[in-house]
Nanobody
């Protein structure tokens, strides 16, 4: 069982930066995907960025060049560095994880079905 806890959300002005953290307890195994998602009021949850256990990352077009996912394996923590924030980035941000069996080791993390979710952290960007 993996438990995820996000932190680091807050309110910033347009152009500002925030770094979200996702602390993981439990171990998703040696092969996994982790991702950041966001959900605005009245909208569905959408993927923001993803990282495979191999280290590969990919991002939604809307955040490419502005957001960066990193991880600290020693701390079991995933990060989302968000720069040049825009009002449209305002949302609840969630981290998620899924363990990958060997036959799915090359799963595209952007299309994976995630089993574990955090409670979310709110990001508000004002103009």
């Amino acid at each position: 069982q993996v438990q995820l806890a996000e932190s680091g959300g807050g309110s910033v002005q347009t152009g500002g930066s925030l770094r979200l953290s996702c602390a993981a307890s439990g171990y998703p195994g040696s092969r996994y995907c982790m991702g950041w998602f966001r959900q605005s009021p009245g909208s569905g949850r959408v993927g923001v960025g993803f990282i495979h256990s191999s280290g590969g990352t990919n991002y939604a077009d809307s955040v490419k060049g502005r957001f960066t996912i990193t991880r600290d394996n020693a701390k079991n923590t995933l990060y989302l560095q968000m720069n040049s924030l825009k009002p449209e980035d305002t949302a609840m941000y969630y981290c998620a994880a899924v363990s990958l069996p060997l036959f799915r080791r090359n799963t595209n993390c952007a299309t994976a079905k995630y089993d574990y979710w955090g409670q979310g952290t709110q990001v508000t960007v004002s103009s």
